[in-house]
């Protein structure tokens, strides 16, 4: 059984810094592609940032300049700085990865249960 477990949300203000980490674990062989995804309040879920096992970053425009992704593969955990942040950035964030489990050869996708993020103004 594969687990994507996230940490780091919470309550912060208009401008602040929050880190979100998730570490998967189980039977896992490898990673391709850890992201970061977020849902609000009667929105449709989107992408926020992905990144691949070589750690080229893809973001959404919406968050450039202000989040940074980041991966450790050894220790199959990606990571999500959040400076400047906003209330629109307020959402639950979804951890997604890519990955092949030991003895299995398809990459299968993965959701982690989500870490609520809340930006007051």
């Known amino acids: 059984q594969v687990q994507l477990v996230e940490s780091g949300g919470g309550l912060v203000q208009s401008g602040g810094s929050l880190r979100l980490s998730c570490a998967a674990s189980?039977?896992?062989?490898?990673?391709?592609?850890m992201g970061w995804y977020r849902q609000a309040p009667g929105k449709q879920r989107e992408l926020v940032a992905a990144?691949?096992?070589?750690?080229?970053?893809n973001y959404a425009d919406s968050v450039k300049g202000r989040f940074t992704i980041s991966r450790d593969n050894a220790k199959n955990t990606v990571y999500l700085q959040m400076n400047s942040l906003k209330p629109e950035d307020t959402a639950v964030y979804y951890c997604?990865?890519?990955?092949?489990?030991?003895?299995?050869?398809?990459?299968?996708?993965?959701w982690g249960q989500g870490t609520q993020v809340t930006v007051s103004s």
């Open positions: 997604n990865a890519d990955l092949i489990v030991y003895y299995y050869s398809d990459l299968e996708d993965y």
């Open positions: 189980g039977s896992i062989f490898s990673i391709n592609v």
């Open positions: 990144i691949s096992s070589g750690g080229v970053p």
